[in-house]
């Protein structure tokens, strides 16, 4: 009996149509897929992306080489000189970060007293070849120049939750 | 003994002692800022408040006596309240930006407020502003809005370094830390300032944002710039040293520092540090690999021991290289066949040395010196040469110990000096003859009359008497007769006598045998007839040696010199082989201090360069010329083929014997007195910028009697010649009252002064 309604379900393809009602059902459900890179999933303003160093309305860099984002950094990816600049003040010489070591937890964004290292909300950067995501101030303050808007609005709107 | 209970524990403590003082011993912490248990009690910071049962109001505990039965609550609600209250105060004035502040991380008040503060600040008033002072090249006071004034700094100007060149001006907010002497804070010791400031007020100069404290790591070292064996926390970072601080020792060094230890290590990376070995060929320098140029000096010291004879080669080091340097060097110098090898480069009078019975030292501990009660102190620009001994016996004094000076040259001591006799040089050995002949009076029941009377009758009335024979004594032309004065007046005083090192290996030398033998040169005797090779460890020979004229005679005159240097050096004019050794920062080794104190220290960073430690150069050279007992692997093998595990103090002896002591002839004409400027002793000193920038390391004077300086003609002010042999300088000439008559102070080991001869004898002065 069984060998014979086998035998006739391969006849009329019923498993085909089980399956082809499944796709049909969601032919016409909501979609759910992001479609990368024409589409792209909606950011919190707490973002962990890339870094940046920001500066002040007057153009002054905000850093004062305290190096605390650098003790507290986890995977040791920042590394900083500090020397007193021709008008006193304390300023780095040198600020790196490596983005291969970096894990993105915002340590140095929570220790910084004065908001100059921030991650912003950029994730779109690649390197191809070794040292290209080896960060350096110049590039970090590049960074924050070009998304001063979008971080201080970030900041503004994360602000009341502090 | 006084029973008190603090914070329900019952503790024994000395009557008289304070509350702090008790809680500290039993090990309970009570929070402080101007208390400080070297200085004397303030109690204006009040951050000690604590609650004293039966007391209606909180105490201060650094300046509240202990009383029997006395119930101290360091934590109770009352005191916390207290301290939560003074914290706020000090908050009120204080700039909060401990980010940018260079004493971050190693605060006192960063690290009370976590214990004692609000996490949030209720003042929100404008602060108090006090402006940065330029108070010298060493203590930083750029941010003295950051003072607490609680007044560390100028106790320890007065009570410590003797004078008081900080002070707190005006009253109330308006209270300020200002330098009111002479703009700049010139003491020997003012590095201490820096440790003991609790907040970042005064900070170091040199160090301001290079490193912050959490980055540095610690390495345990020991000074190599004086005689005392200071503890060195040399903190490096990236295999650099950036900052030395004081290891606590209270037999050494207490707990400070002078500022020669604290900021030498600014020289240690200068541009002019050798960094590969070099030989010169065809009078141009060639960096070659260190194969060639150890092949270079040993095959050279061959041919010269095989052709002149060993004898013709000499071997200098100075006494600041270490034990384990300069045992493999006369080991080196002994195999080759040469006796002729030494350390005492500024020494003139070798007479003593079959005479002496073991390595003259201090004759003493250091912390006796503190407890002596009367003490002589023979030739020593004591400040200068010596500045923690100074320390010491200045605090001596103040306890009421009577200190004496003979020597030639009147500088102060800022200290109160008993009685003093300043003769000139040839006069030395007669003043003390007078002494020893007023004390011997003294026994007798007579009283001599003048300085030497008083000095004979100062120490006679002592319990524990001290007699210190310093560096001018030591280089004197008839030292070993001021050696044999010394020891007769310290056993007519029933007291001890010794020697103030003048480097960190003065005894070690001795201990290692880098002296020479019976039939050996000693180090004036090499230069005097030159050798036809030296060695050179460590020697800068113009600025190291007795006679600099002499010295780099010798040296162009001789036909290979191998020079051991961390430093391109004026060796580069007449060396032929330049072998690049570490400082003491980049070496393991051995100071034995002048008390006799084995202190072995690890290097702290690695060697610059292809730069290689003296020990390890030596044992290679050793190898090359095939003298055996060149097979140590470690330094710490070395030290103990040296010590070979018998107890130092037995080989330390200061007692002479057979020397007779006669006035020197009278000299005809100006006698020179000479002094090795503070920052001018070794060659990292030398080239340590900070240093070089104080007033301590200024152009080296020309410095007479007014009377004399009148005699010639000049003003105090003018420039004048000075001539010694064929050599002469034009120095400023100053008028100087307080020097004998006859004597002309021109400092030695300057650069400035190269071209003059030996330290003592006679010298022209004339107008420019």
């Known amino acids: 009996m069984k060998n014979l309604i086998?035998?006739?379900?391969?006849?009329?393809?019923?498993?085909?149509?089980?399956?082809?009602?499944?796709?049909?059902?969601?032919?016409?459900?909501?979609?759910?897929?992001?479609?990368?890179?024409?589409?792209?999933?909606?950011?919190?303003?707490?973002?962990?992306g890339l870094h940046a160093q920001r500066r002040y309305p007057n153009g002054e860099e905000r850093c004062i080489g305290c190096k605390l984002c650098e003790a507290v950094c986890p995977a040791l990816a920042i590394k900083i000189e500090v020397a007193e600049r021709a008008d006193g003040t304390r300023r780095t010489t040198q600020?790196?970060?490596?983005?291969?070591?970096?894990?993105?937890?915002?340590?140095?964004?929570e220790s910084c007293p004065v908001d100059a290292i921030v991650e912003t909300r950029i994730y779109e950067y690649h390197g191809e070849n070794r040292g290209d995501l080896y960060y350096t101030k110049a590039m970090l303050l590049a960074n924050g120049d070009k998304h001063e808007a979008q971080i201080a609005a970030d900041r503004a709107a994360d602000a009341k939750y502090r | 003994?006084?029973?008190?209970?603090?914070?329900?524990?019952?503790?024994?403590?000395?009557?008289?002692?304070?509350?702090?003082?008790?809680?500290?011993?039993?090990?309970?912490?009570?929070?402080?800022?101007?208390?400080?248990?070297?200085?004397?009690?303030?109690?204006?910071?009040?951050?000690?408040l604590v609650q004293v049962e039966k007391a209606p109001k909180p105490l201060p505990a650094c300046a509240t006596p202990v009383t029997e039965g006395m119930k101290v609550f360091t934590h109770s609600e009352q005191a916390v309240k207290a301290q939560k209250g003074v914290m706020e105060f000090l908050l009120v004035n204080h700039p909060l930006d401990c980010p940018i502040c260079d004493q971050g991380g190693e605060c006192m008040l960063q690290d009370m407020s976590v214990g004692y503060g609000g996490g949030q600040s209720r003042y929100h008033e404008e602060k108090r502003v006090v402006l940065a002072k330029d108070i010298g090249p060493l203590v930083s006071a750029e941010e003295m809005s950051r003072c607490i004034n609680c007044t560390r700094c100028v106790r320890f100007g007065v009570e410590i370094a003797g004078q008081m060149e900080l002070g707190q001006a005006f009253r109330g907010e308006h209270a300020e830390i200002v330098s009111f002497v002479s703009g700049t804070v010139d003491s020997e010791l003012s590095g201490n300032m820096i440790d003991l400031c609790p907040v970042g007020a005064l900070t170091s100069k040199p160090f301001r944002y290079k490193a912050r404290s959490w980055e540095l790591s610690r390495r345990r070292s020991v000074s190599a710039h004086d005689s005392l064996g200071s503890g060195l926390a040399v903190q490096t970072k990236n295999n650099r040293v950036l900052r030395v601080l004081p290891i606590e020792n209270e037999d050494i060094n207490e707990c400070w520092l002078s500022d020669k230890d604290r900021f030498a290590y600014e020289g240690l990376n200068t541009a002019d540090r050798l960094t590969k070995p070099m030989i010169k060929q065809d009078g141009k320098w060639q960096e070659v690999e260190w194969q060639v140029a150890l092949e270079y000096a040993a095959n050279g010291l061959r041919h010269i021991a095989n052709g002149a004879g060993a004898e013709q080669i000499g071997a200098l080091a100075t006494a600041n290289s270490t034990l384990e340097e300069l045992y493999l060097l006369q080991k080196l110098m002994r195999g080759i066949g040469s006796d002729n090898v030494d350390f005492r480069l500024r020494q003139s009078d070798f007479s003593g040395d079959v005479k002496q019975q073991g390595a003259p030292w201090l004759g003493m501990s250091v912390a006796d010196i503190s407890r002596a009660d009367r003490l002589l102190v023979v030739g020593s620009f004591l400040r200068k040469d010596h500045p923690l001994l100074a320390a010491r016996i200045r605090r001596a004094a103040r306890k009421g110990a009577q200190i004496n000076i003979i020597h030639s040259a009147d500088d102060d001591l800022l200290m109160h000096v008993a009685h003093k006799a300043i003769v000139a040089p040839d006069a030395l050995v007669e003043a003390l003859t007078q002494v020893s002949k007023a004390l011997a009076s003294e026994k007798q029941g007579q009283s001599a009359s003048g300085e030497a009377g008083a000095i004979a009758r100062s120490l006679a009335g002592g319990e524990r008497v001290a007699v210190l024979l310093g560096n001018f004594a030591q280089q004197h032309p008839q030292a070993a007769q001021l050696q044999a004065l010394a020891q007769q007046i310290a056993a007519l005083s029933n007291g001890k006598f010794g020697f103030l090192g003048e480097a960190a290996n003065s005894v070690g030398g001795y201990l290692a045998q880098a002296v020479p033998g019976t039939k050996g040169m000693n180090a004036a005797a090499m230069l005097a007839t030159p050798r036809k090779a030296y060695v050179l460890l460590n020697v800068e020979p113009e600025l190291d040696c007795a006679d600099p004229q002499q010295a780099v005679a010798a040296m162009q005159a001789a036909d290979l010199v191998i020079a051991l240097s961390a430093y391109k050096h004026h060796a580069t004019e007449y060396a032929d082989v330049l072998l690049p050794i570490a400082p003491y920062t980049e070496t393991s080794g051995t100071f034995v201090s002048t008390e006799g104190r084995v202190q072995s220290f690890k290097g702290a960073v690695k060697p610059l360069g292809e730069t290689r430690p003296a020990w390890k150069v030596l044992r290679v050279l050793g190898n090359l010329l095939k003298v055996d007992g060149f097979g140590q692997d470690t330094s710490e093998a070395v030290r103990d083929e040296v010590l070979q595990g018998v107890d130092v103090s037995a080989k330390l002896n200061n007692a002479i014997g057979g020397v007779e002591a006669k006035a020197a002839p009278a000299s005809s004409g100006l006698q020179r007195v000479a002094d090795v400027p503070i920052y001018a002793t070794d060659a990292v000193v030398r080239r340590s910028a900070p240093l070089q920038a104080t007033a301590d390391a200024a152009i080296p004077q020309v410095r007479m009697h007014g009377e004399e300086l009148k005699k010639l003609g000049v003003q105090s002010g003018e420039v004048v010649k000075v001539g010694q042999g064929q050599g002469s300088v034009q120095l400023f000439a100053v008028a100087d009252d307080k020097l004998p008559r006859g004597v002309v102070r021109v400092a030695a080991g300057h650069a400035a002064t190269v071209a003059l001869g030996a330290m003592f004898g006679t010298i022209t002065v004339e107008r420019a």
């Open chain 2, 1 to 48: 003994m006084i029973n008190i209970e603090i914070d329900g524990k019952q503790i024994q403590t000395e009557n008289g002692s304070t509350v702090i003082e008790a809680a500290h011993q039993a090990g309970i912490s009570i929070p402080h800022f101007c208390y400080h248990k070297k200085l004397s009690i303030a109690a204006n910071c009040r951050m000690c």
């Open chain 1, 95 to 109: 600020y790196d970060i490596d983005l291969v070591k970096c894990i993105f937890c915002g340590f140095c964004e």
């Open chain 1, 6 to 48: 086998d035998f006739f379900k391969s006849f009329l393809l019923l498993e085909l149509l089980k399956g082809m009602s499944v796709t049909g059902k969601y032919f016409f459900a909501r979609h759910v897929t992001v479609e990368y890179p024409e589409e792209k999933t909606p950011q919190s303003f707490r973002f962990r």
